[in-house]
């Protein structure tokens, strides 16, 4: 792969909640020698609070100016894989700041893989009052055109978090050709 390429360009992961972003992301730098960071995580730690305590205690619309706020000083950087969260894809000045810094994947899964992947977990407050299929089905819908504005779009589902991560470089090593060519 073309040093301009590896040198210059960042790796964002877009998706719904569920999709692997997280697990992808660290395999993923691992492989490139790229840092990872975790949007969510940094959010996390820097506010010493979970992501349900933030939305509880400060609101949705104090998480997503925290969340603009994190990817626009992580962007800034370069070798970077960026796993972002599920919503961060609703505001335009997010979608912006992704394009701009590098190549946008999304991973994809269906409702009721995502469903079955996030049926134990207890931190994600939108899906609070239920993770049906149904549930998950109207907002993954609502997402959808922001979820397509990603260079590419990987379906995770029946794939294991190395065939993913492989997907990614054998798409990011033909982008870097084209780059040269
Ligand atoms: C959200 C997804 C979560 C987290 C927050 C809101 C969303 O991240 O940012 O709960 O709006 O879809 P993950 O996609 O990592 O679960």
Known sequence: MSEKYLNSRNIILIGFMG?????VGRLLAERLNYCFIDIDALIVAREASSINEIFVKK???????LETAVLKEVLQ??????????????????????KQS?????????????????????DRPLLRDGKSFERITTLLADREAFYAIADIRIDTTGKNVEDVVDAVLAYISQESCIENA
Do not use: C, H, Q
């Open 102 to 122: 590098g190549s946008v994947i999304n991973l994809l899964a269906s409702p009721d893989v995502v469903a079955a992947r996030l049926a134990k977990d207890t």
């Open 19 to 23: 999709t692997g972003k997280s697990t």
């Open 77 to 98: 950087g370069k070798r970077l894989v960026v796993s972002t969260g599920g919503g961060a894809v609703l505001s335009e000045t997010n979608r912006s700041l992704m």
């Open 59 to 65: 609101g949705e619309v104090y998480f997503r100016s």
